[in-house]
């Protein structure tokens, strides 16, 4: 019995000296561990130095809890915004725009980066501010997120599924290569093809 009494005398002194820290030290690591294991499932060209991923589906929701406060950035070109659409609520800042010279070794047009994107993106955020950053399908924002994070900004996710969505990989789908696998716009998720002007910051020069 006098065991006991002393045994639950020397528990509650530890709990009332220090447990509360370890308990708060657990649950940081636990959350550490949950963005190593969200990082090693992303592609490499989608991470980012700092860290911070959520998907289509996660940053809406945010937003949706924290609209005045949590910025949400399409860094997707004009054109992009135009004809396959765009959030209602998103800034629109482009990272880099289409240029029309074939790269006959990727196959494709390449995107050249804009210069004055950091200082654009200062014009409707704060370094602290969260932000949520939105490309195609996760690999342009991820570089932007980048920029954004050698700027100074420390609370900057990437979309990881951007507003396309990842593409079709079973060969034997009708849709393969298509980007109908999740995605803000095959989330359900609040989209329209009209401009909003007054959410767009465009390069200075061209």
């Given at each position: 019995?006098?065991?006991?009494?002393?045994?639950?005398?020397?528990?509650?002194?530890?709990?009332?000296?220090?447990?509360?820290?370890?308990?708060?030290?657990?649950?940081?690591?636990?959350?550490?561990?949950?963005?190593?294991?969200?990082?090693?499932?992303?592609?490499?060209?989608?991470?980012?130095?700092?860290?911070?991923?959520?998907?289509?589906?996660?940053?809406?929701?945010?937003?949706?809890?924290?609209?005045?406060?949590?910025?949400?950035?399409?860094?997707?070109?004009?054109?992009?915004?135009?004809?396959?659409?765009?959030?209602?609520?998103?800034?629109?800042?482009?990272?880099?725009?289409?240029?029309?010279?074939w790269d006959a070794e990727k196959k494709q047009?390449?995107?050249?980066?804009?210069?004055?994107?950091?200082?654009?993106?200062?014009?409707?955020?704060?370094?602290?501010?969260?932000?949520?950053?939105?490309?195609?399908?996760?690999?342009?924002?991820?570089?932007?997120?980048?920029?954004?994070?050698?700027?100074?900004?420390?609370?900057?996710?990437?979309?990881?599924?951007?507003?396309?969505?990842?593409?079709?990989?079973?060969?034997?789908?009708?849709?393969?290569?298509?980007?109908?696998?999740?995605?803000?716009?095959?989330?359900?998720?609040?989209?329209?093809?009209?401009?909003?002007?007054?959410?767009?910051?465009?390069?200075?020069?061209?």
């Amino acid at each position: 019995m006098r065991k006991r009494m002393i045994a639950g005398v020397v528990f509650a002194l530890i709990a009332a000296s220090g447990f509360a820290g370890i308990t708060t030290a657990w649950g940081e690591a636990t959350e550490e561990s949950a963005s190593q294991r969200v990082t090693l499932q992303l592609p490499s060209e989608k991470q980012t130095t700092l860290g911070l991923y959520v998907t289509a589906k996660e940053a809406y929701e945010k937003w949706k809890a924290e609209p005045d406060t949590i910025k949400l950035i399409d860094v997707r070109t004009p054109e992009e915004y135009l004809f396959v659409g765009h959030p209602t609520m998103a800034w629109k800042i482009p990272f880099a725009m289409q240029v029309y010279e074939w790269d006959a070794e990727k196959k494709q047009f390449p995107m050249k980066p804009l210069p004055d994107f950091v200082s654009r993106v200062s014009e409707v955020a704060k370094p602290d501010d969260t932000i949520m950053v939105m490309c195609r399908s996760g690999s342009r924002s991820a570089m932007a997120v980048n920029l954004l994070a050698k700027a100074g900004f420390t609370r900057v996710y990437n979309i990881t599924d951007g507003m396309e969505g990842d593409a079709v990989k079973d060969s034997n789908s009708v849709f393969v290569g298509q980007r109908l696998v999740n995605g803000w716009k095959n989330s359900g998720l609040p989209w329209t093809y009209q401009l909003t002007p007054d959410r767009m910051v465009l390069p200075k020069d061209r």
